[in-house]
């Protein structure tokens, strides 16, 4: 069974997209720790973050430095924290998150957010990636 990452590639179920290449895709997660944070995504369906082919994961981290910049851009925080857990969703995802302190990392404050300002963080981060050249911020 596809994953819900796989749905939402598929435009099965709707998505706040600020990236899309060939081999990733990157969303607002609807349950944020804090306004700003995403995932970025592998189009294929990996379970183990360290299953990943090398060449994806090297892929990966470079699109997650790109998006990271355009959020510091838009979200003012002191640095975007990186988590890969893998546990609610058997397709890995890294997590871009605006931190000003290790407690901006915790899940446990992570609550809904309105479709209407994920939407607009979305767009805002695309904005300043399209601005940057990065035509794969191009998505609806």
Known sequence: MASIFTKIINREIPGHFVWEDDLCFSI??????KQGHLMVIPKE????WD???ETTATHLMAVSQKIAKAIKAVIPCKR????IVGIEVP????????MDTTADMDFKNSQEMSHDLLADTAASIRE???SQGYREAKVE
């Open 28 to 33: 607002m997660t609807i349950q944020p720790i």
């Open 51 to 53: 299953d990943v082919p």
């Open 45 to 48: 369906e990996v379970d183990h």
């Open 80 to 83: 975007i924290g990186v988590s």
């Open 128 to 130: 300043i990636l399209v």
């Open 91 to 98: 397709h890995t995802h890294i997590h871009l998150m605006p």
